[in-house]
């Protein structure tokens, strides 16, 4: 079983920048990727950003060039870094683990950003 607990959201004014964190416990050996979601409102969950073992990575065209994931080396902990926040950035972020096709979610966390 693998445990997901996220941190980091809150209200911000556009402009600014936030930083989640993700930590992953349990049977994490074998994951495939790490990676964030979104859902805002009355839209479907959309993915942000995505980090696979070897470290290759992928962002939507919508955060391209103003966020940055990364991962520790024990690789239970992806960040997402989020530069010159827009009032289209709110929504609830889910960290999310592809562990052998077995797909994992956190419990979600609040990103409101102000105009």
């Known amino acids: 079983q693998v445990q997901l607990v996220e941190s980091g959201g809150g209200l911000v004014q556009a402009g600014g920048s936030l930083r989640l964190s993700c930590a992953a416990s349990?049977?994490?050996?074998?994951?495939?990727?790490m990676g964030w979601y979104r859902q805002a409102p009355g839209n479907q969950r959309e993915l942000v950003a995505r980090?696979?073992?070897?470290?290759?990575?992928y962002y939507a065209d919508s955060v391209k060039g103003r966020s940055t994931i990364s991962r520790n080396s024990a690789g239970n902990t992806v960040s997402l870094q989020i530069n010159s926040l827009k009032p289209e950035d709110t929504a609830v972020y889910y960290c999310?683990?592809?562990?052998?096709?077995?797909?994992?979610w956190g419990q979600g966390t609040q990103v409101t950003v102000s105009s």
């Open positions: 349990g049977s994490i050996l074998m994951t495939k990727s």
């Open positions: 999310n683990l592809n562990k052998m096709g077995t797909v994992y």
């Open positions: 980090i696979g073992r070897s470290g290759d990575t």
